[in-house]
């Protein structure tokens, strides 16, 4: 957010804006008015006019200027920057504007932004002119000893900082602060901030929210302690960061850098009152101190959360097979080939594509009569940072009579939001001409069944390679020589089938804890399950797949995206366990995260047996496989 005037002259940009260092403090602390004026090229510029600051009293002021070259379109061009401090004492409470300043470039008048200044004696403690920091010190410390008429003692550091506060005095009042430092408390030069594009909204309809740093000190390091849960959205990351890019952002009259942490598309459940919670991280922080020097500190902050309210979806008018999609979606249809003979299969291609989480639509069941097999759909689907995804079912059908097929128009009932009404989108009509069959290319009629994971091959047992020695000795060894080599031989030999083994028993060892754990979690989720909080089991089953990929991987069982996880995987365990394991994953988040009318009979415990047991016959299988000997092989 900027806040200032600015003008064009020729060409050439010229930007003015007041901050000041901090705008709520207590009567007798200092504080720093100052006045940036930023242009592009030549444009004369006279110093600032101030307005009424009868409020406070000035101590001191200077002022700075910095040229640039900024690299943009191809061109270099010439930034400069004047900026003129003014540093002020406030002695009493109230509350007071500073209207704006007034500022000549190239003969006409650019205005500032007000700013407003709090001074309560309740304000939190900050550097303050004539301030002694051994006794703000002290007030931590057991009471000093007292004299006879009852004032503490001078030590030898009160006097130093005392005869450093005149000598100060006698040179304007205060130290300048170093420059790109703020002054003050490290607890109050910077804050989480999150920041949601609507807090009103229906189920399924996405929300956008980010999460950002904010500071006015510099920021040495960053360690993100919690992550938000988000519980009761489905969520698609946008952005994580993963180094800091810092922006100009001016709020309440002080300038700070704002970097952007995280940013997320959610799509709330369930209606009714929620929340968005917090993101909590600690900072090292780099502060100008009392003196004016360089400090540093460690400080915990958190993002507060955002209270949202979500919409039930208006039951009027609502289509009995709405598809769960809220958004606006465009829908498509192809097949790849109108002609072919009986036997011989035809691809048909749908995909949904728009603004909104595609990936909650499913694929209507099609019954093209009792001469046509149609088979489960390959799915693809993404979601973009732009807010937008798709998702797009591929299916082969199978006519075995010759003769025309027509592929009904395929419906899809969305809601959107924006209109609040419920819409359809639907394929064309789609004609194949199938013609008698040559018994060429054709696929045999089978019974459609959802694909079984094959059982897990028994491991093989480890076997060493044989020993093969030479036997032929060199004629320039003697005997001793010969013997020496021998023993070398004989000791590296043993050594290797020590550490060979050792490293398959860690492994094994490494298998069963990870058995074990695979075990104990399935227990608390089946308990889950037999208490009927069957959200709780596609969210703890998810998490539990990730955990466990992350444990295999050697990632410590850290939360990484799946596709992360399986490109850490050998290949056999990606051509083995990838696709089941991915198809799973998208049930289970069905299951956790999508609207009650998406899941459907996928939350009866039937269903969830089976997909607990899927869970646990794959995991089972992962667990046999070792990451780290792909990762040394790339």
């Known amino acids: 957010m900027f806040v200032g005037s600015s003008l064009l002259f020729a060409g050439d940009q010229v930007t003015v804006t007041a901050t000041v260092d901090r705008n709520q403090m207590r009567p007798g602390d200092t504080f720093t008015y100052s006045i940036s004026i930023t242009s592009e090229g030549s444009v004369s510029v006279e110093q600032p006019q101030l307005p009424d600051v009868s409020a406070f009293d000035l101590i001191n002021s200077w002022s700075g200027s910095e040229m640039r070259g900024v690299f943009t379109n191809g061109q270099v061009q010439t930034q400069r920057?004047?900026?003129?401090?003014?540093?002020?004492?406030?002695?009493?409470?109230?509350?007071?504007?500073?209207?704006?300043?007034?500022?000549?470039?190239?003969?006409?008048?650019?205005?500032?932004?007000?700013?407003?200044?709090?001074?309560?004696?309740?304000?939190?403690?900050?550097?303050?002119?004539?301030?002694?920091?051994?006794?703000?010190?002290?007030?931590?410390?057991?009471?000093?000893?007292?004299?006879?008429?009852?004032?503490?003692e001078d030590d030898d550091e009160d006097m130093f900082t005392q005869l450093l506060q005149r000598r100060m005095r006698q040179f304007g009042g205060g130290a300048r602060p170093t420059p790109g430092l703020a002054r003050g408390n490290p607890d109050d030069v910077f804050f989480v901030r999150a920041?949601?594009?609507?807090?009103?909204?229906?189920?399924?309809?996405?929300?956008?929210?980010?999460?950002?740093?904010?500071?006015?000190?510099?920021?040495?390091?960053?360690?993100?302690?919690?992550?938000?849960?988000?519980?009761?959205?489905?969520?698609?990351?946008?952005?994580?960061?993963?180094?800091?890019?810092?922006?100009?952002?001016?709020?309440?009259?002080?300038?700070?850098?704002?970097?952007?942490?995280?940013?997320?598309?959610?799509?709330?459940?369930?209606?009714?009152?929620?929340?968005?919670?917090?993101?909590?991280?600690?900072?090292?922080?780099?502060?100008?101190?009392?003196?004016?020097?360089?400090?540093?500190?460690?400080?915990?902050?958190?993002?507060?959360?955002?209270?949202?309210?979500?919409?039930?979806?208006?039951?009027?008018?609502?289509?009995?097979?709405?598809?769960?999609?809220?958004?606006?979606?465009?829908?498509?249809?192809?097949?790849?080939?109108?002609?072919?003979?009986?036997?011989?299969?035809?691809?048909?291609?749908?995909?949904?594509?728009?603004?909104?989480?595609?990936?909650?639509i499913d694929f209507p069941k099609l019954d093209l009569g009792s001469n046509v097999q149609v088979y489960d759909p390959k799915i693809n689907m993404k979601f973009f940072a732009n807010g937008r995804s798709f998702k797009e079912f591929e299916t082969l059908i199978v006519s075995r009579a010759p003769g025309e097929l027509k592929i009904p128009a395929i419906s899809f009932w969305f809601f959107n939001p924006e209109t609040k009404n419920y819409v359809e989108g639907r394929t064309t009509e789609l004609t194949v001409q199938v013609d008698p069959s040559d018994g060429t290319n054709s696929i045999t009629a089978q019974k459609l069944e959802s694909p079984t994971i094959a059982k897990a091959a028994e491991p093989k047992a480890a076997t060493l390679p044989d020993l093969v020695f030479a036997s032929e000795r060199p004629a320039s060894l003697s005997t001793q020589q010969q013997l020496g080599a021998w023993a070398a031989l004989f000791l590296l030999t043993i050594l290797s089938l020590w550490g060979y083994g050792w490293k398959l028993f860690r492994s094994k060892e490494k298998r069963e804890d990870l058995r074990q754990k695979i075990d104990r979690r399935l227990k608390e989720i089946e308990s889950s399950l037999d208490a009927g909080r069957w959200r709780e089991v596609g969210v703890h089953a998810t998490e539990l797949i990730s955990f466990m990929l992350g444990e295999i991987a050697g990632l410590g069982g850290a939360s990484f995206e799946f596709d992360k996880l399986i490109d850490k995987a050998p290949p056999s365990f990606k051509r083995e366990l990838a696709g089941p394991l991915n198809v799973l994953m998208q049930k289970l988040a069905v299951v956790a995260y999508a609207p009650d009318a998406v899941v459907g009979a996928l939350r009866e415990k039937p269903n969830l047996k089976k997909l607990l047991s899927e869970t646990r016959q794959l995991l089972g299988r992962a667990a046999e496989y070792d990451f780290s000997v792909a990762s040394e092989n790339k």
Request: with cysteine.
């Open 195 to 360: 920041e949601a594009d609507k807090r009103k909204m229906y189920a399924g309809e996405q929300v956008t929210v980010g999460f950002y740093l904010v500071t006015r000190g510099q920021i040495m390091d960053i360690d993100t302690l919690k992550y938000p849960d988000l519980k009761g959205f489905w969520k698609e990351d946008i952005e994580i960061a993963t180094r800091l890019n810092f922006q100009p952002e001016v709020i309440n009259g002080i300038a700070y850098q704002r970097a952007l942490l995280a940013s997320y598309a959610l799509f709330p459940i369930s209606p009714g009152k929620s929340q968005i919670d917090s993101y909590r991280a600690k900072c090292k922080v780099m502060v100008a101190n009392q003196l004016g020097m360089p400090s540093s500190a460690e400080v915990v902050k958190e993002s507060e959360a955002i209270p949202i309210e979500v919409l039930p979806l208006p039951e009027a008018n609502k289509p009995a097979n709405f598809s769960g999609g809220v958004g606006e979606f465009t829908v498509s249809g192809q097949i790849d080939n109108p002609h072919v003979k009986a036997g011989q299969p035809v691809t048909l291609k749908v995909r949904i594509d728009g603004k909104g989480n595609a990936k909650v």
């Open 81 to 152: 920057s004047q900026t003129y401090n003014y540093q002020f004492v406030a002695n009493r409470e109230g509350q007071f504007t500073i209207g704006a300043a007034q500022v000549q470039a190239g003969g006409q008048t650019l205005n500032t932004n007000p700013i407003t200044i709090t001074v309560n004696a309740a304000a939190a403690q900050g550097p303050t002119q004539g301030s002694n920091p051994g006794q703000q010190r002290r007030r931590a410390l057991p009471q000093a000893p007292q004299d006879q008429q009852g004032q503490p």
